[in-house]
Nanobody
Framework: QVQLVESGGGLVQAGGSLRLSCAASERTFSRYAMAWFRQAPGKEREFVTAISGTGSTTYYADSVKGRFTISRNAKNTVYLQMNSLKPEDTAVYYC?????????????????WGQGTQVTVSS
């Protein structure tokens, strides 16, 4: 069975940085678009960023542009570098994978999800 495992979450002060990783159990995930979503208490799950199967196309939510960077290696791992963190970035962050290669912002396009990792930014 396909598994996505996130790591790197934790507690950080405002202005600090964290780097999240998402490792897929299947090496064929190198062909799939990947994305990060997040959900804060009392809010809808929202799109954060996505990357195409080739890594050539990326999308970012306006709230994280210039602060977050998504990247991937040649195999089965995607990364989220988060800089200049703000308290409003506090959420559970979920890694997701599509069965296609095109990056999208739509939650419906992603078939596989990780368990989530908590990111807490203190003021």
């Amino acid at each position: 069975q396909v598994q996505l495992v996130e790591s790197g979450g934790g507690l950080v002060q405002a202005g600090g940085s964290l780097r999240l990783s998402c490792a897929a159990s299947e090496r064929t995930f190198s062909r799939y678009a990947m994305a990060w979503f997040r959900q804060a208490p009392g809010k809808e799950r929202e799109f954060v960023t996505a990357i195409s199967g080739t890594g050539s196309t990326t999308y970012y939510a306006d709230s994280v542009k210039g602060r977050f960077t998504i990247s991937r290696n040649a195999k089965n791992t995607v990364y989220l570098q988060m800089n200049s963190l703000k308290p409003e970035d506090t959420a559970v962050y979920y890694c997701a994978a599509s069965s296609g290669s095109s990056a999208t912002r739509s939650r419906d396009e992603y078939n596989y999800w990780g368990q989530g990792t908590q990111v807490t930014v203190s003021s």
